[in-house]
């Protein structure tokens, strides 16, 4: 694949003036086409549960592109035990002296699971690459590995979706700066946030290395436009949705049984002296 230069500025500019072309989703809409989405995560689930699938979705992109709220979004009305989120921190001396992969492969699913990697195996291509945590030698050879890593998953029977969010230079100096000024978002802001703002272009090539280098037929990445959050996640759960054959299972009829008054009590009486907390409000 050939590449434009990340540093050309005239393709920078044309990439911002392409992300403000569309107007930004409105609140109600939007919770509207979610809540519609997050049903069919619902029959999503049932089915993997029901079929023991093995699903892994990995999230990468620049710092504060979204990946967040949108793995929010995908898994705040689904059962954390069929959605695994998986967000390991810095690993430590021992996981270091492991094979790369290795503290990942702990975490892939078991059947009837989908585990969602809040970034993944390819810190080594980003993070690690950039800022110095590995040589030279080491990210060359995660590249060059990786393709038949993920072949193995995928051979394994596992569905692997990778998503790339991409976030404009001006949308994440916006973002930036209101974790910085908000007391609420404050505590996004990590250790790498702000080196990662001045290595605007360094990322920028690690990013189209890693691209060149990992984008398979078998496990392609799905690149992502993320100025609008909103609008960024429905069109991620949407194109979820649509790579996985489900099918929603037949809806069983619930009904609510009545309470069993054989040992009937007082039991508000029982409750009455004990440690309430002040109801302020």
């Not at 393709?11 to 072309?21: C, F, I, R, Y």
């Not at 979706?161 to 007391?183: G, H, M, P, T």
Request: aromatic share 10%; charged share 35%.
């Amino acid at each position: 694949m050939g590449h434009a230069s990340a540093s050309d500025p005239e393709v920078e500019a044309k990439s911002e003036t392409l992300a403000q072309e569309t107007p930004k989703l409105k609140r109600k809409e939007y919770e509207k086409e979610l809540r519609k989405l997050q049903t069919e995560l619902c029959s999503l689930q049932d089915w993997v549960k029901q079929t023991g699938e093995r699903i892994i979705v990995v999230f990468e992109g620049r710092d504060a592109a979204g990946k967040g709220g949108t793995i929010r979004a995908l898994t705040e009305r689904v059962s954390p035990r069929t959605f695994r989120l998986v967000a390991l921190p810095a690993p430590s001396d021992r996981e270091k002296s492991q094979m790369y992969v290795q503290r990942y492969l702990a975490h892939f699913p078991a059947a009837g699971e989908i585990v969602i990697f809040d970034r993944s195996w390819y810190n080594r291509a980003g993070v690690e690459h950039v800022m110095g945590f590995c040589t030279k030698e080491q990210h060359d050879r995660f590249l060059a590995i990786c393709p038949a890593f993920e072949k193995q998953i995928v051979d394994n029977g596992i569905r692997l979706i990778k998503y790339w969010l991409e976030v404009s230079n001006k949308e994440q100096k916006r973002r930036f700066e209101a974790r910085i000024d908000d007391r609420l978002r404050q505590w996004k802001l990590s250790a790498m946030d702000l080196p990662s703002r001045e290595r605007w272009y360094d990322y920028s090539r690690a990013r189209d290395v890693m691209l060149e280098a990992t984008d398979t037929e078998f496990a392609p990445w799905h690149i992502v436009r993320s100025d609008d959050k909103k609008r960024a996640r429905l069109n991620i759960i949407s194109h979820f949705l649509s790579l996985i054959p489900y099918g929603a299972p037949p809806a069983k009829k619930i009904k609510l049984p009545n309470r069993d008054k054989k040992h009937a009590y007082d039991d508000k009486a029982t409750m009455k002296d004990r440690r309430w907390i002040k109801e302020k409000f």
